[in-house]
């Protein structure tokens, strides 16, 4: 007689908001959930590259381009991720030894392309040659990946999705998850793992939006692909300054009370102490923004060639923050679209009596969600 362990895999967030870790096994064909861990703990990742703030303003933009602007690695950062992976890991009691892990937002060049149709040898120089002239950093500092856009039979041109990090990411995250003792898998972006987690096989057109700890993202989804993406730096950090003034409480456990908080309000025996109306006029400072961010998105897509004639038929809410009161209400009035927080579990098998504790952290866990998926589907 023979004996199969059952395929699994791990999919880990290394989240401004802390590491989220899950681990899918496959049985009977279907992803079942075996194992999942979280930390709440703020942590600078996706700082550690963000080469955003690091541009030299004393040197011209042309010289700056071609200027060498890798960032050295520190040896404590490798060491430190390396132990919290490990201590979130052993804690959730994983099995497997192989993950896909997330690559922060705030690093990731993202372009869709559009070039005439090439054959296969041409392409790889042509497309080189167009993200070489609008990437932030020199092409040779850069580790790129590209998908191709599906497009019709009578199309004369073609569309490439472009994802480019810079190589001294790759390496600080297979340090550390070498030194964690995980085989680093792949890295990906959040936004293909967001799509795989809450869209799926869905075809039509959605957006995702993504409200984390330090921001909000917003991405566009077409035939599975994120077409658009930017953020912004609106997230539970800001929501949390004006709870701890509302509540009185202090800093350190303002983000425990968050969600008891916030489903306390939507419980129909308490609608009447904290309206829709009320509770704008205390969260306008973050509604606002994010409204006028789906507006930008929205303009943004449109105007691609191709986009003109569509329009994203469901937005869905992700994040740690995604559970506000009232703010699907918000959105879905503004722009008469259904609005719904996404359900990252909805692919998964597990267990009903996990159903209550999964479905309150599941904002949080829609990426490690999607990158544990990504082996088994």
């Not at 899918?24 to 700082?47: A, C, F, I, N």
């Not at 992700?318 to 879905?332: A, E, N, R, V």
Request: positive net charge; contains cysteine.
């Amino acid at each position: 007689m023979l004996f199969f362990k059952p395929k699994s895999h791990l999919g880990i967030d290394l989240g401004a908001g802390g590491v989220k870790v899950v681990e899918l096994r496959l049985e009977k064909k279907r992803p079942m959930l075996y194992t999942y861990g979280l930390t709440s703990q703020l942590q600078d990742v996706h700082h550690l590259f963000d080469m955003s703030d690091k541009k030299d303003i004393t040197v011209p933009a042309m010289e700056q381009k071609n200027k060498s602007s890798i960032v050295s690695i520190d040896p404590e950062q490798v060491k430190k991720y390396a132990n919290l992976v490990k201590a979130v890991c052993a804690g959730a009691r994983t099995k497997s030894l192989s993950a896909t892990v997330s690559l922060p937002v705030s690093v990731v060049f993202h372009a869709v392309i559009n070039l005439p149709l090439l054959k296969k040898e041409e392409l790889d120089r042509v497309l080189r040659a167009e993200v070489k002239k609008l990437l932030p950093r020199p092409i040779e500092e850069m580790v790129l990946d590209y998908q191709m856009i599906k497009s019709g039979p009578t199309s004369k041109t073609q569309r490439v999705l472009v994802n480019a990090v810079p190589k001294e990411l790759v390496i600080f995250y297979t340090q550390v998850f070498k030194l964690a003792g995980i085989e680093l898998e792949s890295l990906e972006p959040e936004s293909i793992a967001l799509e795989r987690s809450l869209v799926g096989r869905d075809q039509s057109v959605s957006m995702i939006i993504d409200i984390g700890a330090e921001r909000t993202n917003f991405y566009i989804i077409d035939q599975g692909y994120a077409i658009t993406h930017h953020s912004t730096e609106i997230g539970g950090e800001r929501i949390n300054k004006i709870l701890t003034n509302v509540l009185g409480v202090k800093d350190d456990v303002v983000e425990q009370l968050k969600h008891d908080y916030f489903g306390s309000l939507l419980n129909k025996t308490n609608q009447g102490q904290m309206t829709k109306e009320k509770f704008y006029g205390l969260f306008s400072t973050i509604i606002d923004p994010i409204v006028k961010e789906i507006e930008y998105a929205f303009e943004i897509y449109l105007k691609q060639t191709g986009n003109e004639n569509k329009r994203p038929e469901k937005i869905i809410l992700t994040g740690g923050s995604s559970s506000m009161p009232y703010l699907t209400d918000f959105i879905s009035e503004k722009f008469n679209i259904k609005c719904y927080i996404g359900d990252p579990w909805g692919r998964v098998v597990y267990q009903e009596g996990l159903k209550p504790v999964l479905g309150k952290i599941g904002p949080r866990m829609s990426v490690a969600v999607g990158l544990a998926l990504r082996k088994l589907v």
